[in-house]
């Protein structure tokens, strides 16, 4: 009797463990993380500081995540030209990057590489600076 029990439970709980565990890896996967690049800090034309920045875009429904992590590469090239062309400074500290213009270049870049509707939201996810000492006084 108790073998027959153990066997019924475990033939109606498979196929909702199954539909769990797909429904956990639907959501789980739907973020595509760039790597942490060094986003240069200028100053009066000087390069004062580096800051580390790892961001995570979050993708939309409806999206394959895993198909387009691909383009993370061009993420990452794309970030490190603009912030080399443009820089991404915070004019009231020289240890953190303006995130509001950073978020607004990214999700720019993933309507141009990956569609208007592909990335729901975007996240800084660390923002690490090279040196938090012996910088100037910003004005």
């Not at 539909?19 to 034309?45: C, M, N, R």
């Not at 979050?58 to 820089?87: C, M, Q, S, W």
């Not at 141009?112 to 509707?117: A, I, K, N």
Request: overall charge positive.
């Amino acid at each position: 009797m108790r073998r027959t029990l153990i066997a019924l439970f475990l033939l109606l709980a498979t196929p909702a463990l199954a539909a769990e565990g797909e429904a956990k890896a639907d959501t789980a996967s739907q973020y595509i993380d760039i790597s942490v690049v060094a986003l240069p800090v200028i100053w009066k034309g000087k390069l004062i500081n580096y800051v580390f920045v790892g961001i995570r875009l979050n993708v939309a429904k409806g999206f394959d995540a895993i198909a387009l992590r691909e383009k993370e590469p061009y993420f990452r090239d794309a970030l490190v030209r603009a912030a080399h062309r443009t820089p991404f400074t915070d004019s009231k500290t020289f240890t953190k990057l303006d995130e509001t213009a950073l978020k607004r270049f990214i999700a720019a870049e993933a309507v141009r590489l990956l569609g208007p509707r592909a990335i729901a939201s975007v996240d800084i996810v660390t923002s690490q600076p090279q040196r938090v000492s012996g910088l100037p006084k910003p004005s």
